[in-house]
């Protein structure tokens, strides 16, 4: 499997409280992206990285901000927490190795905000 | 900047026909279009990929084909088994950064 970990898997929070998640990787890649995955909905963008303390806003970005200092972390922080941020967190990661473009997503970690 | 559209979004197919699943992308200088696969409660897999210097790609019982012209790509799924039940995910980058654009998602039902 590729380098990419996120961290925690699972985390239970009570609404209101900030939740930073995190996603690692070993591959060097240039870019990476959070993405929430709900029941019946495909992969939406929240935001994504192109280098580090270089990120944009994806569809989806209200509620949530984002850190990259390191090219290795990109971090997701959900400043006060709600019920609709309940779900699927997914991180990826993309780049270019031997002049081929290469992505991978990363485990995954379910938010449940009670 | 980049924007990929899929379909149909579901897909529910008798087992051992065949699926067939179609992207179509905005960026014309776009060179790389992956294929996902994500069984339920699992993270999305690359399961393969094309790049435009070619028309069609195959692994098995599955292929894409790519029409640069038009702005499409189709993957192809052939003798279906129920294993192949789950969502698939098309792909497209922006040259200009590499940066990955995902299309809506395809759930792919195959009936025994």
């Known amino acids: 499997d590729a380098g990419i970990t996120q961290s925690p898997r699972h985390k239970v929070t009570e609404t209101g409280t900030p939740v930073t998640l995190r996603c690692h990787q070993t591959e060097n890649h240039r870019y990476m992206y959070w993405y929430r995955q709900d029941p019946g909905h495909g992969l939406r963008l929240i935001h994504y990285?192109?280098?580090?303390?270089?990120?944009d806003k994806g569809e989806v970005s209200d509620g949530y901000s984002v850190s990259r200092s390191k090219t290795e972390d990109f971090l997701l922080t959900l400043e006060s927490a709600t019920s609709s941020q309940t779900s699927v967190y997914f991180c990826?990661?993309?780049?270019?190795?031997?002049?081929?473009?290469?992505?991978?997503f990363g485990q995954g970690t379910r938010l449940t905000v009670v | 900047g980049e924007n990929v559209e899929q379909h149909p979004s579901t897909l529910s197919v008798q087992e051992g026909d065949s699926a067939v699943i179609k992207c179509t992308y905005s960026?014309?200088?776009?060179?790389?279009f992956p294929w996902y696969k994500q069984e339920l409660g699992k993270r999305p897999q690359l399961i393969i990929d094309?790049?435009?210097?070619?028309g069609e790609k195959k692994d098995q019982r599955i292929a894409v084909t790519l029409n640069k012209t038009a702005k499409h790509f189709s993957l192809h799924i052939t003798e279906t088994q129920p294993e192949d039940s789950a969502v698939y995910f098309c792909a497209a980058n922006e040259a200009a950064g590499n940066k990955l654009t995902f299309g809506g998602g395809t759930r792919v039902l195959v009936k025994p």
């Open positions: 990285s192109y280098g580090v303390k270089d990120t």
């Open positions: 094309i790049r435009s210097n070619v």
């Open positions: 960026d014309s200088a776009s060179n790389y």
């Open positions: 990826a990661i993309s780049g270019v190795v031997g002049g081929a473009t290469e992505a991978f």
